[in-house]
């Protein structure tokens, strides 16, 4: 699938909005009405504001022959997407800035979670605060008329010069790391490459490490690196792993100085030690379910890591002290059997489910997202089923 690339600029998906307004005995009343015709993916949800351009809640885009619910006093006012129909969103904390659905709960990165439209971005806000300027001068100004705000200029301008673009100019930029969240399906679009879900608050760090676990497999399968280098790459993505999490558990959760930096600056080198660390500091058991055998094995196949690493792959005597390996002798050169690598990578895998579902059982996700999303698939599968549709397709 193609994917727009790193910090490039996306337009805005354009559209026209039209303030319809008439005047009679009764009053001043006013009528919106939205209209696009560019080939692109739109989006259009509703906020309410004040007057004054200051949001003050999410709304809800009323049906065929419904009424808007709008709060005495404030604007309903129309936002559309980017042209690959996402939002950008800034961080009323943090400040930092992503990509997503239209609803985020949460920042992908300090894990902030609010309401939804906390996290309009800044030139949206500006965005927001034209539109109700603009209504409240047709408001005051027409008694029977139209006026439009044409977000089609302001898609059209991707390319001009910044003074030449009008002053509520609205587009995104693509960050680094696009991905749909496997617990409630929503797309992400981040800064680096790990980060929370913004719909329901997941964490990354495990799809991108089953990612890289299936291309070690991949080269294994095909001989394109030899096992020993497969070796060093899956250990080192796992410290990796552990890395994360242990920053963030070192951010949320209250502890001494000394303890925080240990978490923060350690290097996850030795699987006994994480286990432990992780067991009596937090209560996670990264080797939950996970035979003795295969622990042991992953264990020692650490220690060969830092022999690969650091001494040529020639065994030396604190690895024999340390890893307690009897199958090979001092100076001897290691070399790994493909059979076993496949057990190690599986191992990994089962290390990283228990690390992530332990954090998350200390910092759950938000429930409502991720059963939506159950629901919808589940709707889907009957409806597939009451059509007679192959369960396979």
């Known amino acids: ?114 309401a939804s439209h906390q996290f309009l971005s800044v030139a949206q806000r500006k965005y927001v605060a034209h539109y109700c300027e603009t209504l409240d001068n047709a408001l005051g100004e027409i008694e029977n008329g139209e006026c439009t705000i044409d977000m089609d200029l302001v898609a059209d301008s991707v390319e001009k010069a910044d003074d030449e673009k009008p002053s509520f100019y609205v587009s995104e930029k693509s960050q680094q790391r696009k991905f749909i969240c496997p617990a409630c399906n ?63 558990l070192a951010r949320l959760v209250p502890m001494t100085k000394s303890r925080r930096s240990r978490l923060e600056d350690r290097r996850f080198h030795d699987l006994n030690r994480i286990r432990t660390e992780l067991k009596e500091w937090f209560d996670i058991d990264i080797a939950s379910g996970i035979k003795v055998t295969e622990i042991n094995f992953a264990a020692t196949c650490f220690h060969r890591r830092h022999i690969y690493e650091h001494h040529g792959g020639e065994v030396t005597t604190k690895y024999l002290e340390d890893s307690g390996d009897k199958t090979v002798t001092l100076k001897q050169a290691l070399h790994e059997k493909p059979e076993d690598m496949h057990i190690l990578l599986g191992t990994l895998i089962k290390l990283a489910k228990n690390l ?34 192959d369960e396979q397709e």
Request: net charge neutral; proline share 8%.
């Open 1 to 114: 699938m193609y994917q727009t690339p790193e910090f490039a600029e996306i337009a805005h998906s354009g559209g026209k909005i039209t303030f319809t307004v008439s005047t009679d005995e009764n009053g001043t009343r006013y009528q919106v009405a939205y209209s696009s015709s560019r080939p692109v993916p739109s989006v259009l949800i509703q906020v309410n504001a004040l007057p004054q351009g200051i949001v003050v809640g999410n709304g809800t885009i009323a049906g065929l022959g419904e009424e808007m619910s709008v709060p005495p006093g404030c604007f309903p006012v129309f936002v559309a997407s980017d042209s690959e129909g996402k939002f950008g969103h800034h961080c009323p904390r943090c400040r930092a800035y992503w990509r997503s659905g239209p609803h985020p709960n949460r920042c992908p990165y300090c894990a902030l979670t609010t």
């Open 186 to 248: 929503e797309f992400n679009d981040i800064l680096g490459r790990y980060g929370y879900c913004s719909a329901c608050g997941t964490r990354s760090d495990l799809q991108d490490f089953e990612d890289q676990i299936t291309a070690i497999r991949a080269q294994l399968t095909t001989g394109g690196q030899p096992p020993e280098n497969l070796l060093r790459s899956a250990i080192s993505a796992f410290d990796s792993l552990v890395g994360q999490y242990a920053k963030e």
């Open 356 to 389: 992530h579902n332990g954090f998350h059982e200390l910092f759950p996700p938000s429930e409502q997202p991720i059963k939506a999303h159950k629901e919808k698939v589940e709707r889907i599968a009957q409806w597939k089923k009451s059509q007679g549709h």
